[in-house]
């Protein structure tokens, strides 16, 4: 038994993806669920997010890094052996929830810069796996052996996945490795330029990974089966922006719900539906601008600023609406991927 394996992923970087997966590991730990949060981006913005710079300190020390993902890789890239034991980072241990207990179930795998490494072994293995190479697919399969020992270690019911913004030999393994993929978006050309690329890559890397699971001379190896299922996506930060017409902020979002069944789900898409009454759009979460500085500046997700961290006047309000947002986001999300909530 496997823990399922949610993606965030846009070829297209800057539509808040990160603080999106952040805010998401939250709420679902709120809920009742334990989450393991895959930071595997060689950026690491989901690991800063986390942790304060005294502990990235000792995480990324100088020399070898043994407690992140690229610890684990070590051995592989090395060629000593195969992948070593995650590293655990728990966090959260010490920050009050909404439903008044303190949330421990949030285990992070720790990102790291120095995951870029790996990135020409990955393009070295993905065609020696058609040749039936052992070390190959052990190779490719990497990132998914790891989140899953990992959750099983922590006993997660998720993982969630941050990815970078491209299509490159890192995120192919990484995503190979999801079973699920939800696509954040900006209202904007250039998400949409992400949707018309994404949407044809998956399908040709899914094509390409079952052709490869075949040739695997291990059966005792088991290997994430490259589901990549598209579950939906999230249109973040719609509020209309100073800067920017309203008219055209609002072509771009109308123009999303048929890009998306055309690029992503290969799909004529015969009606023109809006994102509000879109089965796939999974939601519209706002911008949050001055909740974003203060939970940054907190360290904590914006659903769980509290008066002390300066969410007073309006600001209080603003933090109930995100928890609404996020929370019905999560539900979403797990309506979409079978997974059950506690009640």
Same mark, same amino acid.
């Given at each position: 038994?496997?823990?399922?394996?949610?993606?965030?992923?846009?070829?297209?970087?800057?539509?808040?993806?990160?603080?999106?997966?952040?805010?998401?590991?939250?709420?679902?730990?709120?809920?009742?669920?334990?989450?393991?949060?895959?930071?595997?981006?060689?950026?690491? !913005?989901?690991? *800063?997010?986390?942790?304060?710079? @005294?502990?990235?300190?000792? =995480?990324? &020390? +100088?020399?070898?890094?043994?407690?992140?993902?690229?610890?684990?890789?070590?051995?592989?890239?090395?060629?000593?052996?195969?992948?070593?034991?995650?590293?655990?980072?728990?966090?959260?241990?010490?920050?009050?929830?909404?439903?008044?207990?303190?949330?421990?179930?949030?285990?992070?795998?720790?990102?790291?810069?120095?995951?870029?490494?790996?990135?020409?072994?990955?393009?070295?293995?993905?065609?020696?796996?058609?040749?039936?190479?052992?070390?190959?697919?052990?190779?490719?399969?990497?990132?998914?052996?790891?989140?899953?020992?990992?959750?099983?270690?922590?006993?997660?019911?998720?993982?969630?996945?941050?990815?970078?913004?491209?299509?490159?030999?890192? !995120?192919?393994? *990484?995503?190979?490795?999801?079973? @699920?993929?939800?696509?954040? =978006?900006? &209202? +904007?050309?250039?998400?949409?330029?992400?949707?018309?690329?994404?949407?044809?890559?998956?399908?040709?890397?899914?094509?390409?990974?079952?052709?490869?699971?075949?040739?695997?001379?291990?059966?005792?190896?088991?290997?994430?089966?490259?589901?990549?299922?598209?579950?939906?996506?999230?249109?973040?930060?719609?509020?209309?922006?100073?800067?920017?017409?309203?008219?055209?902020?609002?072509?771009?979002?109308?123009?999303?719900?048929?890009?998306?069944?055309?690029?992503?789900?290969?799909?004529?898409?015969?009606?023109?539906?809006?994102?509000?009454?879109?089965?796939?759009?999974?939601?519209?979460?706002?911008?949050?601008?001055?909740?974003?500085?203060?939970?940054?500046?907190?360290?904590?997700?914006?659903?769980?600023?509290?008066?002390?961290?300066?969410?007073?006047?309006?600001?209080?309000?603003?933090?109930?609406?995100?928890?609404?947002?996020?929370?019905?986001?999560?539900?979403?999300?797990?309506?979409?991927?079978?997974?059950?909530?506690?009640?």
């Amino acid at each position: 038994m496997t823990t399922p394996v949610i993606a965030f992923f846009n070829n297209k970087g800057g539509v808040g993806k990160t603080s999106l997966v952040y805010h998401l590991a939250w709420m679902y730990s709120d809920m009742g669920l334990s989450v393991v949060a895959a930071d595997l981006d060689p950026q690491a !913005n989901l690991t *800063a997010a986390f942790l304060d710079t @005294y502990r990235l300190e000792e =995480l990324w &020390p +100088d020399g070898d890094h043994p407690d992140t993902i690229f610890g684990s890789l070590q051995p592989l890239l090395i060629g000593t052996g195969d992948i070593a034991n995650p590293h655990l980072e728990h966090v959260g241990s010490d920050q009050l929830t909404l439903f008044g207990g303190y949330a421990d179930q949030i285990t992070l795998l720790v990102g790291d810069l120095s995951l870029s490494r790996f990135e020409d072994q990955l393009s070295e293995a993905w065609p020696k796996c058609l040749d039936e190479d052992q070390r190959a697919f052990r190779v490719i399969s990497a990132f998914w052996r790891i989140m899953q020992r990992a959750a099983t270690q922590s006993k997660a019911d998720i993982i969630l996945m941050d990815l970078g913004p491209n299509l490159g030999a890192i !995120n192919r393994a *990484a995503l190979i490795a999801a079973d @699920y993929v939800a696509m954040p =978006l900006a &209202p +904007d050309l250039f998400s949409l330029q992400g949707l018309q690329n994404l949407g044809p890559t998956l399908r040709t890397w899914r094509k390409n990974w079952q052709s490869r699971l075949l040739k695997n001379p291990n059966q005792e190896l088991i290997l994430p089966s490259g589901r990549m299922e598209p579950i939906g996506y999230i249109i973040l930060q719609h509020s209309v922006r100073v800067d920017r017409a309203v008219q055209a902020y609002d072509q771009w979002i109308a123009r999303i719900p048929r890009e998306y069944r055309e690029s992503v789900l290969d799909e004529h898409a015969e009606v023109a539906v809006s994102p509000t009454n879109d089965p796939y759009c999974l939601a519209l979460i706002k911008h949050y601008r001055s909740l974003m500085a203060m939970a940054q500046e907190a360290r904590k997700p914006m659903f769980h600023l509290q008066p002390a961290d300066g969410a007073i006047g309006s600001h209080t309000r603003a933090v109930q609406d995100a928890y609404k947002d996020f929370q019905q986001l999560a539900r979403n999300i797990a309506g979409r991927t079978g997974i059950v909530l506690p009640t």
